[in-house]
């Protein structure tokens, strides 16, 4: 991988004469370079902006997070339905009739049911705290996401280049507005996709490690159908 960067932080990256005849020349290189199969042109004010936009997409997701944990009424059908299975777990039970009240289906694996019960016992609230389960599982499947993409970097990318590109690959994920939404929800999808994602990345681990391979395969056990 060749990587050719724009440096002019005087004048924000403005093309001149100077610029465009080094560019060119970089190309040339480039094509002529049999080990380089890839260029990766960086623009430094473009990730700064980007990196800024990131950054500052986080406040707001952090002040969305907090109003969302803190309201106590649902905030998505399904979050009624999760609410009365939590409720069903310390009383008759998950696995009931369905021709009695309340005529409740676990219609996913309970793992999420049970570890958020268990919090709730401590902490109070199944609400917030099925709530704050989601949005914990969704900064561990942004971690993981940013070690994704540093991995598959590869060691030709430099250090700081795989922090910069796990890093906003990481962040990036807050920007995606159904994740956004449903990342501080009473629901499974969250704790789901942070358990898939680990399994992806223990898989990819298991390439230098093969023992790993192993516990890649549990990641997935929860979620199977």
Avoid: K
């Amino acid at each position: 991988i060749a990587t050719i960067i724009l440096n002019r932080p005087d004048s924000l990256n403005a093309i001149n004469r100077q610029l465009r005849q080094e560019l060119a020349d970089a190309i040339m290189r480039f094509d002529s370079d049999d080990g380089a199969r890839v260029a990766v042109l960086i623009h430094r004010a473009a990730l700064g902006a980007l990196f800024l936009a990131l950054l500052a997409n986080m406040v707001f997701y952090a002040r969305y997070v907090a109003g969302a944990i803190a309201y106590p009424f649902e905030r998505d059908y399904g979050e009624g339905i999760v609410w009365a299975q939590l409720a069903a777990l310390g009383g008759r039970g998950m696995y009931t009739s369905l021709h009695e009240y309340p005529y409740l289906v676990f219609h996913y694996t309970p793992l999420y049911h049970l570890v958020s019960y268990a919090a709730a016992t401590i902490f109070g609230d199944p609400l917030a705290t099925g709530r704050v389960i989601s949005v914990v599982s969704t900064a561990l499947a942004g971690f993981i996401v940013a070690w994704i993409v540093a991995w598959a970097a590869g060691p030709d990318a430099s250090r700081q280049e795989r922090l910069a590109a796990g890093a906003a690959s990481g962040l990036l994920i807050f920007a995606f507005q159904p994740l956004y939404q449903w990342s501080a929800l009473l629901r499974v999808d969250m704790l789901a996709l942070m358990l898939n994602l680990a399994g992806i990345g223990l898989f990819l681990a298991s390439l230098a490690r093969p023992r790993l391979f192993y516990a890649a395969q549990w990641r997935f056990l929860p979620y199977l159908p």
